[in-house]
C-alpha cells in the first residue's frame, strides 16, 4: 500500500470534483473535464498516464461516425467488464453539463481502433430507450445483471431539478432526490421499465453499487429529504423471466454510513476496495474497508488506510477514482495557499503488492505510448520501432514528443471566446450562464460589432436584441454597432454591388420567308374595287 504525490504537467485546470476515469483497451482515460472542450482536444476526452511522480494528459480522438459526448459531472458510469464475459465498453447516463444543465441520454463508449503508432480512436454512440425511461439526473448508479442467460442494466437513485410545475423563481435551480424507483433496460432492444419496491422508501444518491451475477448491492448514499447519510445496505435480486422481470429487494444489516467515496475493484474475482468518502457534511471518512461479493452474499471488512499527508487529513473535501485494479487516483483542494499555483494536490493510492505494480507498470507503458495525432507513412521510425518490441522497451519512446496536453497552449477564455466580458454590463457567467435563445444549445449567441479597431464580438443577450432581430440581422447584409457605440438605430445598409444589365440582342430566323406582295397600278385597283361592289 503506498500514497505518492503526483504533480499534474500542465494539466492541472482539467480536473474537477465529478470527474470520470474510464479503462479501454488498457489505456486510462479521463472524462467529464472541467469546462467545455477547447479545439486542441474538442472531444474532451483525455489519455492519462502516471510516470516518475508526474501526470500527463493526451487527447483522445473519436470515430467520424460518433456523435457529440459533452463533459459530464457526476454521471452513472457503467462498465460491462470482460471478466463478466460482456465486451468491454461503457454505458454513460445522466450528469451536469459545464452550465448546470442535467443530462437524460445514454451514451455507449467502445474502442473503435488502434492506429500503428497506437493511438487510441474511440466511437461514442447515443442509444435510445423506449417505455418508462429514466429521466434527467446526476448521481445515480448503473450496474449489469446477468440471469437466464440475458444481460440487463439496472438504474437506481440520483438528483435533478424540480418538477417544472413546482419551481418558483427562489427555487429554480434547487435540486431534489429523484423518486426512489428501480429501472430495468436491455441493451439489444432499449426497452426499459419503471418498478417500485417497499424497502425503497426514499431517495438517495451519491451511494455505492456492487452487481454480482443477478444480485445488486446499494451501499450508503444521501438523503437530501433527511439530510442525513443513513447506514444502509440493500440487495436488489433480479430475474430475467420470460415475460416480464421480477425484481425483489433485501435490507441488510451490515451497511456503512458514507456518501461520495471512491471504488477500486482488484481483480477478476468480486472483490472491491472503498477508500474515502463522508460520513457526514463536515466529516470525512478517513478509514478503508474491504469488499467481497461471493455466493453467500456481501462481506465488509475494515483495510489499513493509507499514511495520510496533512494537506489530506486537514482538507474539508476530497475527490477521485479509479484508476486501475487496487489504483485510486485522489485529490484535495490547496485550500486558501496563495504560493500554490494549482488547485488542487493529486496522490496516486496504490493497494498493489510489489509483483502487481510490476506489472501493471509495464502494461501501462505499452498501453499509453503514442506519436502524433495524424496516421504517418507506414513504417516510419516512430511506428516500426513498436513492432517486436516488449511492452516495458516502449516507455520512453515519446518522452520528447509534443501531443501531451498543454493548458498553456489554450486561449484565455477571459479574453478571447465566447465567455469574454463583452461590454461595462455583461452580465454573462459561464457557471450560471442559461439558453436565452432558441438557436442557443452550449455557448451564448454573439454578434459582431463594426466599430472600433477591426471591430470586436458582443453577446446578443447583453445588447437587448430580441430573437427576431438577431435573425435578421445574421441573415441580412447589415453592419451592427453595439450599445456602446450607437446600438440598434445606428445600423448601415451595405451598398449593393453593381452589376450591369446585359444586352439582349434579339435573335434573326434563319431562312424567314415573306409574304408575297402583288403590285397594282391605281387603275386597277378601282377596277377590282367596282367589281367585287
Not at 255 to 271: D, Q
Not at 295 to 306: A, Q, R
Amino acid at each position: 500500500m503506498t500514497l505518492q504525490p503526483l504533480t499534474p504537467v500542465n494539466c492541472a485546470g482539467l480536473l474537477q470534483p465529478g470527474f470520470s476515469l474510464l479503462q479501454l483497451d488498457g489505456e486510462l482515460l479521463l472524462f467529464g473535464q472541467k469546462g467545455w472542450p477547447k479545439r486542441s482536444c474538442p472531444t474532451g476526452v483525455f489519455g492519462v498516464r502516471f510516470k516518475g511522480g508526474e501526470m500527463k494528459l493526451r487527447a483522445i480522438s473519436f470515430s467520424n461516425d460518433s456523435c457529440y459526448l459533452p463533459p459530464l459531472r457526476c454521471p452513472a458510469v457503467c462498465r460491462l467488464d470482460p471478466y463478466d464475459g460482456l465486451p468491454e465498453s461503457y454505458l454513460i447516463h445522466g450528469g451536469r453539463t459545464p452550465n448546470n444543465e442535467i443530462s437524460s441520454s445514454l451514451y455507449m463508449l467502445t474502442t473503435d481502433s488502434r492506429g500503428c503508432n497506437r493511438k487510441l480512436t474511440l466511437c461514442c454512440k447515443e442509444r435510445e430507450l423506449v417505455g418508462e425511461v429514466p429521466g434527467a439526473r446526476y448521481g445515480h448508479t448503473m450496474s449489469m445483471v446477468q440471469s437466464r442467460g440475458k444481460t440487463a442494466c439496472v438504474l437506481f437513485g440520483g438528483r435533478s431539478y424540480m418538477p417544472a410545475g413546482e419551481r418558483t423563481t427562489e427555487s429554480w435551480n434547487s435540486v431534489v432526490d429523484c423518486p426512489p424507483q428501480v429501472f430495468l433496460f436491455d441493451l439489444e432492444f432499449g426497452c426499459s421499465s419503471a418498478h417500485t419496491l417497499p424497502e425503497l422508501s426514499d431517495g438517495q444518491s451519491f451511494h455505492l453499487a456492487l452487481a454480482r451475477e443477478d444480485c445488486v448491492y446499494f451501499l450508503g448514499g444521501h438523503s437530501l429529504t433527511s439530510d442525513s447519510r443513513p447506514p444502509r445496505l440493500f440487495r436488489l435480486h433480479v430475474e430475467l423471466l420470460q415475460g416480464s422481470p421480477l425484481l425483489s429487494c433485501d435490507t441488510l444489516e451490515t451497511g456503512i454510513s458514507i456518501s461520495s467515496a471512491m471504488i477500486t475493484r482488484t481483480g477478476p474475482t468480486h472483490r472491491y476496495i472503498i477508500l474515502g468518502g463522508y460520513q457526514s457534511d463536515s466529516q470525512k471518512r478517513m478509514d478503508c474497508s474491504t469488499v467481497i461479493i461471493n455466493d453467500k452474499g456481501i462481506h465488509l471488512e475494515p483495510l489499513e488506510s493509507p499514511q495520510w499527508t496533512p494537506d489530506i487529513t486537514h482538507s474539508r473535501t476530497w475527490f477521485g477514482s479509479s484508476a486501475g485494479e487496487g489504483i485510486v487516483l485522489l485529490a484535495v483542494p490547496t485550500e486558501g495557499r496563495p504560493s500554490q499555483a494549482d488547485m488542487h494536490y493529486f496522490y496516486q493510492v496504490s493497494f498493489q503488492t510489489e509483483g502487481e505494480a510490476r506489472e501493471g507498470e509495464g502494461t501501462q507503458g505499452c498501453s499509453q505510448e503514442s506519436t502524433d495525432y495524424d496516421d504517418s507513412t507506414p513504417l516510419e521510425d516512430s511506428e516500426e520501432l513498436y513492432f517486436g518490441r516488449d511492452p516495458h522497451e516502449l516507455e520512453d519512446i515519446d518522452d520528447g514528443k509534443s501531443d501531451n496536453y498543454n493548458e498553456e497552449d489554450e486561449e484565455d477564455e477571459s479574453q478571447a471566446g465566447y465567455w469574454i466580458k463583452c461590454s461595462l454590463g455583461c452580465q454573462v457567467d459561464p457557471n450560471t450562464w442559461e439558453p436565452y435563445y432558441s438557436t442557443e444549445l452550449h455557448r451564448p449567441a454573439m454578434i459582431f460589432c463594426s466599430r472600433g479597431e477591426g471591430g470586436h464580438w458582443v453577446h446578443a443577450q447583453c445588447m437587448e436584441l430580441s430573437e427576431t432581430l438577431l435573425l435578421r440581422l445574421s441573415q441580412a447584409s447589415k453592419r451592427y454597432f453595439c450599445l456602446d457605440h450607437g446600438g440598434v438605430p445606428h445600423q448601415e445598409m451595405t451598398p449593393p454591388r453593381q452589376v450591369k444589365a446585359l444586352k439582349r440582342t434579339p435573335m434573326k430566323v434563319k431562312d424567314r420567308k415573306t409574304p408575297p406582295t402583288i403590285k397594282m397600278s391605281p387603275a386597277k385597283k378601282s377596277f377590282f374595287r367596282r367589281l367585287f361592289d
